[in-house]
């Protein structure tokens, strides 16, 4: 049987949650930990859902929710919870076309994934990184140039720190990194990097998408809300990607591993050669 399509739910922006308001947030990993604190102290009163029984959780964890005042809903979700909430949040791991969510999205209650949340709290400029494979290794890459270039950095999203652990503090980097799964991008709106890079599209997640045009299509929507003074950043190696072009005013840059005239990098004799259309070429070994 083909599986339905990913659904894209409709999110008022700015999200119009206020003090007192029930939010409800499935999923009690770390980025549900996260956005639990954060709304908690916006006033809303805030329920956690998550499949796992209570004794399969941190205690710790369970501990410090419960004593800021969550509500803690384990070993499944009940309808009830979901259809009486103002807004639901959803962590990345959770899947979007689960019953309860596609009932809630009938009943007009928003429903936004966590990164989407906390991008629309955020001032910093983001650099955003997905791809099948290598999204972690190049995120942690680009956070340690930035660093070593002097500059303070972010370094999380789907690694290590979610997005909404930076929303919710003082915000003080001047450059967010950011690795983003597909998961992530079914559930943005209004997400806009400064930079999106793409490193490839092949088969993987077939378990949650159609097929993998499905998957490369929730992949691509990292670029979607981007427009000028932004930047795409492509493999040119990889054929899904290699016919792709941004809309008008993103400025598209492509890299490969053999030297063609349209390439902004490339490898050459053990050489990365590197530069922006009608300028220099920088040289890295």
Same mark, same amino acid.
């Given at each position: 049987m083909a599986?339905?399509?990913?659904?894209?739910?409709?999110?008022?922006?700015?999200? *119009?949650?206020?003090?007192? &308001?029930?939010?409800?947030?499935?999923?009690?990993?770390?980025?549900?930990?996260?956005?639990?604190?954060?709304?908690?102290?916006?006033?809303? %009163?805030?329920? @956690?859902? &998550?499949?796992?029984?209570?004794?399969?959780?941190?205690?710790?964890? @369970?501990?410090?929710?419960?004593?800021?005042?969550?509500e803690l809903e384990t070993g499944g979700h009940r309808k009830e919870t979901f259809l009486t909430a103002d807004t639901i949040i959803v962590s990345p791991g959770v899947p979007? &076309?689960?019953?309860?969510?596609?009932?809630?999205?009938?009943?007009?209650?928003? @429903?936004?994934?966590?990164?989407e949340l906390a991008s629309r709290f955020i001032h910093t400029p983001i650099i955003a990184v997905t791809g099948t494979n290598g999204k972690t290794t190049v995120t942690a890459l680009v956070g340690e140039l930035l660093k070593n270039a002097g500059l303070k950095v972010?370094?999380?999203?789907?690694?290590?720190t979610p997005l909404m652990a930076y929303a919710s503090g003082k915000q003080e980097a001047d450059y967010l990194v950011v690795e983003v799964s597909s998961f992530q991008l079914d559930t943005i709106q209004t997400f806009c990097p400064f930079i999106s890079v793409i490193l490839n599209i092949t088969p993987d997640h077939l378990d949650r998408y159609a097929d @993998?045009?499905?998957?490369? %299509? $929730?992949?691509?929507?990292?670029?979607?809300?981007?427009?000028?003074?932004?930047?795409?950043?492509?493999?040119? &190696?990889?054929?899904?990607?290699? *016919?792709?072009?941004?809309? $008008?005013?993103?400025?598209?840059? %492509?890299?490969?591993?053999? %030297?063609r005239r349209e390439l902004n990098a490339f490898l050459e004799e053990g050489t990365v050669r590197a530069g922006l259309a009608g300028g220099p070429t920088h040289c890295f070994s």
């Open positions: 599986k339905a399509p990913v659904q894209k739910f409709k999110v008022p922006s700015p999200l *119009s949650t206020g003090p007192g &308001d029930k939010v409800l947030i499935v999923g009690l990993g770390i980025s549900g930990i996260w956005t639990a604190r954060w709304m908690t102290q916006q006033g809303a %009163r805030v329920t @956690v859902s &998550d499949m796992k029984k209570t004794s399969a959780l941190d205690p710790a964890m @369970v501990e410090e929710l419960m004593e800021s005042g969550i979007h &076309d689960m019953p309860l969510l596609r009932s809630a999205a009938r009943k007009n209650i928003p @429903v936004i994934g966590e990164m972010f370094v999380g999203g789907n690694i290590g @993998v045009e499905a998957y490369a %299509r $929730s992949k691509l929507r990292i670029y979607e809300n981007q427009g000028p003074g932004h930047y795409l950043i492509l493999n040119d &190696d990889d054929r899904r990607l290699s *016919s792709l072009g941004p809309a $008008s005013g993103v400025s598209l840059l %492509r890299y490969g591993l053999g %030297r």
